[in-house]
């Protein structure tokens, strides 16, 4: 059994080796402390009173307090092109990939241990030609030529008193509970990236689609302008001041494409192919949907659903366990060692009567001196627990300040999202007035042409306000964990079957090309 106790680990280096040997032997107890989970926080709100506020606008968020995010969280934006992305991206990502190889390395580095609890049996067969003197007996006798052969089978067993080995298979199964998180986390980040990043296109696409339209009506105002200098109407400097316009209007465009392009890229990446395999869909922002309804859970919940808190979690349990472990190690250590079998002269009288031999034994080591060798690898563990109980708090404060900042951002841009509606719209009011009045011939194409620049720039700014909106709502899904608790299927039993897909296509190919060579 443990020892359930509330004493800090750094207090196990006060009591004397030889006093806690004779507790532990009584006791049976495992040496070291016993993991306590953190305590988990008692906030009700990620954010202040200051920060309460209510979603505005025509397309509201309203945020649903308490209920689970759905492990397909990224369906809630109603594109099928960035469900098929995503799921493209889970099962060929190779960074999803080595995260859960690492998974199966601890769990097989786990497995191992459990060996710790078992005996080791081994058998043994040895035969040796060997000759020996008569003047080792004493006296002046002809040597003596002969073979012996062995058969036997030795069982040792080391007695865990003092829960070392079961410490360590603590720490090792804590370990394991790290990779696992990491894969999680892994597998969250990776899904908001790809989210993110078809966000980010379809904001690009919109951007340089209202840039470009914005040069063509600078073009024509520059056009009718060199009319106007043409005839006398305007001075040079206001042309070169609409060329300069111009010009700097061009500049912006090709930073845009660039951008476009390297969005692509990603996308390509992620999913694990080449840059030069584009995904088939292009995201426009027309074709996503926002959230009306956002899940977000408890403050109480989110030590349990992320990740990264879980992960830091399992390190300090495997730092505790590692504890008593080096606590073990300086305890006597106490182990069984038996051997049966059977030695002859000739093969055939191997298992005869009379050729059986056997041995028990019963040993007991503590070391005397090592110079504090083991008592500073204790001191360094218990160091260790300190810098993972640090990490821990450390974890959770990010976490907490993560969830808080994507409430209080998509707070922020619902406002500003209704201040570009409501000029966006002005905007393009003030074109169709305009436009009235230039077919009644009340105003200059050039004045028109500014209304038409002033509603095009009014548009760009909207749809970098829409898509901070759709950014932002991600990045709360993964702040709060990404939902991939509610996830039914396995990772590792995903990348199993696209392994297995993967062998059945290349060996399908194989034989394709061995036939087509034939």
Known sequence: MTQR??????????????????????????????????????????????????????IAQKMITGKTIPAAWWELFESKPLNDLISKTVKHNPDLAAAEASLRVAEENENATDSLLMPSVSGIFSTNRQKTSGSSFGGSFPGQLYTLHNASVSVSYALDIFGASRRTIEAREAQTEVQRDQMEAAYVSLTANVATTAIHEASLRAQIA????????QTEQVAAMRTQLAAGAIARPVLLTAEQTLAQMRATLPPLQQQL????????????????????????????????EVPVSLPAELTEQRPDIRAAEANLHAASAEIGVKLAERLPQISLSADIGSVANNMGRL?????????????ASQLIFDGGDLEHEQRAAEASFDVAAAQYRSTVLAAFQNVADSLHALQNDAQTLVNQQQSAQAAADSQRITKVQLDAGAISKIAYLDTVKNNETAQLSLVQAEAQRYADTVALFQALGGGWWNRTDDIAKLYEQTRQEMTSNADAHDATDTNTAH
């Open 351 to 363: 298992f005869s009567p009379g050729s059986g031999i056997w041995s028990a034994g019963f040993s």
């Open 210 to 217: 209202a840039t470009e339209r914005l040069i063509t009506a």
């Open 5 to 58: 106790t509330t004493m800090r680990p750094k207090h196990f280096m006060r009591t004397s080796p030889i006093l806690l040997a004779g507790t532990i032997v009584l006791t049976g107890c495992a040496v070291g402390p016993d993991f306590t989970p953190p305590a988990k926080p008692t906030e009700t709100a990620f954010t202040g009173p200051e920060d309460a506020g209510q979603d505005a606008g025509p």
């Open 261 to 292: 392009s390297a969005a692509r890229h990603a996308l390509s990446t992620l999913s694990g192919t080449l840059p030069n395999h584009a995904p088939a869909a292009h995201f426009e922002l027309a074709n996503l949907k926002l959230p009306h």
